[in-house]
């Protein structure tokens, strides 16, 4: 074949190639920014979301940063595309047709995507351990909604002390609003319990503790009111002369009325924020482990095994981490003595890595896992880059693929592998070309 075809062949087999390519590395630029995604009322209770980001890298050429909500099954939802301004700040607003977004969705995706290429910059999920309690808060049976429905009676019988016309009707009415505080009391304490468990093991800084404290907080201001007003329907009692009652009765209906707007609505508008998201730039799994100080053993043994590559590949997969202490349950010279060969510690890692993007709480995970290998989620729901991470209190020695999962270790050899083989094969007929062309000129 003529040199010139030569040439004109590998040019287009390497320009095929270069488009066959993902966007990633194509356009590798380090994308920065954080910020948050906060639920909040509209229309309808919690049916919001308002995100907002500052110092964002702004989108390139065709680029643009399409927000995502995801169900519990990682069905997604576009909610439209983040604007960046000049400065890097980023904003989106969306109002979900199906209403409430905490009880609708559990996970957001910030994806930098054109035409088919795609890949996620921030995003944040629900933990697991902590998504059904959080949505407990703000269910129309929660503790919350119970203690909101006694101070609705409260505030009923004050009304109706304050427009009473005789002196035995508003007695009858300050003395029933003084029942109904004895409700009210043990309801703040239900709530309260209710927040505690949903916040969970949360630590300060999360929005589930700081949200949770805060909702608690709004709650003890409940006892505070209703307090004061059980003083004022005490002494509304005492005076013959209902006009003066009513006056006294009408500052009780304003403390319970404080009550409940200060209380339990703030209560609510916090449990809600307790499910939202904290935006920020995501690492893949092989760095977040390497910043993880709960998993410094199982980071030098991802090292050692040579899958540092692996876990920082596309993806997406779920790695269900072994922690310090699991390895040491495990026995430190037992891991020792399996880390001295590679090739086993790799086959023992890859049984925790799963080809696939699973939140906890799915049950094909809590099946195969949690009751199969009587392992337990130590934390649930890392995000990284190219999947996400579960925290196990055990090394897994039952070897996969689990039954409706994809097998431990599958590869997909789709158009982005060809490109690679398409690339190599281009350059070797480059690189076979210019020989060939060297040995053409020594001859001449």
Do not use: C
């Amino acid at each position: 074949m003529p040199k010139k075809n030569i040439l004109k062949y590998t040019a287009l087999i390497m320009a095929f190639a270069f488009v066959a390519l993902p966007a990633k590395l194509i356009h590798a630029a380090t994308i920065s920014g954080s910020g948050s995604a906060m639920i909040s009322t509209g229309s309808s209770a919690g049916d919001t979301l308002t995100i907002s980001m500052t110092g964002v890298t702004s989108p390139k050429g065709t680029m643009k940063y399409n927000a995502y909500l995801l169900t519990d099954s990682m069905t997604k939802t576009s909610i439209g595309s983040l604007s960046v301004d000049e400065d890097g700040a980023a904003k989106l607003s969306h109002t979900s047709d199906s209403g409430d977004i905490l009880t609708s969705f559990r996970r957001l995706e910030v994806r930098e995507e054109s035409g088919s290429s795609s890949r996620i910059i921030f995003a944040n999920t629900m933990p697991g351990q902590n998504v059904k309690d959080i949505r407990a808060l703000v269910d129309s049976s929660s503790a919350i909604s119970s203690l909101e429905a006694v101070l609705d009676k409260a505030i009923a019988n004050a009304t109706a002390g304050k427009n009473a016309s005789a002196t035995a009707d508003l007695v009858t009415s300050a003395k029933a609003m003084i029942s109904d505080v004895d409700d009210i009391s043990k309801n703040i304490a239900s709530a309260k319990a209710a927040v505690t468990k949903a916040i969970g093991t949360n630590l300060t800084g999360s929005y589930a503790y700081d949200y949770g404290t805060s909702a608690n907080t709004a709650l003890d201001v409940i006892q505070a009111n209703v307090d004061a007003g059980v003083i004022s329907a005490t002494q509304a009692q005492t005076f013959s002369n209902h006009e003066t009652g009513a006056i006294l009765m009408n500052d009780a209906l304003n403390q319970i009325l404080r009550a409940k707007n200060n209380g339990t609505l703030v209560a609510t508008k916090n449990a809600y924020k307790m499910g939202s998201f904290k935006l920020s730039k995501l690492d893949d799994i092989t760095t977040t482990v390497q910043n993880d100080t709960r998993l410094t053993k199982l980071s030098k043994a991802i090292t050692t095994a040579g899958l540092q590559a692996t876990l920082s590949g596309a993806g997406p997969m779920t790695l269900l981490a072994p922690t310090d202490t699991a390895i040491t349950a495990y026995g430190d010279d037992k891991w020792t003595t399996l880390s001295t060969n590679s090739a086993n510690l790799k086959r023992a890692l890859e049984v925790h890595v799963l080809d696939t993007h699973i939140l906890s709480g799915d049950s094909k995970i809590d099946i195969r896992i949690l009751d199969s290998n009587q392992a337990n989620y130590t934390a649930t729901d890392i995000e990284a880059s190219n999947g996400i991470i579960h925290l196990v209190d055990t090394v897994i020695s039952r070897r996969g693929p689990f039954p409706g999962l994809p097998s431990v270790g599958a590869h997909s050899y789709n158009l982005e592998n060809y490109s690679y083989l398409l690339l190599t094969f281009g350059l070797l007929l480059l690189i076979g070309s210019g020989v060939t062309r060297l040995a053409i000129n020594k001859k001449k």
